[in-house]
Nanobody, 116 residues
Framework: QVQPVESGGGLVQPGGSLRLSCAAS????????MGWYRQAPGKQRELVAS???????NYADSVKGRVTISRDNAKNTVYLQMSSLKFEDTAVYYC??????????WGQGTQVTVSS
């Protein structure tokens, strides 16, 4: 499996919105869980949200109500719609793809900066 390809990061003002996308390789049935993690400077990488092939979602408490994860199984693509962004959402966001084989892949990361 090759590295997932992320897109959609950038600079946004507080209260703004941003949508991240991540396209993974492999057949749709081979992918079990897709998710987004983030890592701020000086902090550990943390889960933002994840979604199973069946659509079961999981969100970090810090983003509940502001973030929606969705998935297009036909395109092997996962999306992260973020709104009401805060300064503390600034981080590098990484896509994570977990395969049924037990293998997993990380994307290269995309920077999200919330600044006025």
């Amino acid at each position: 499996q090759v590295q997932p390809v992320e897109s959609g990061g950038g600079l946004v003002q507080p209260g703004g919105s941003l949508r991240l996308s991540c396209a993974a390789s492999g057949s749709g049935f081979s992918i079990r869980v897709m998710g987004w993690y983030r890592q701020a400077p000086g902090k550990q990488r943390e889960l933002v949200a994840s979604i199973t092939r069946g659509g079961i979602t999981n969100y970090a408490d810090s983003v509940k109500g502001r973030v929606t994860i969705s998935r297009d199984n036909a395109k092997n693509t996962v999306y992260l719609q973020m709104s009401s962004l805060k300064f503390e959402d600034t981080a590098v966001y990484y896509c994570n793809v977990q395969y049924r084989s037990g293998d997993f892949r990380w994307g290269q990361g995309t920077q999200v900066t919330v600044s006025s």
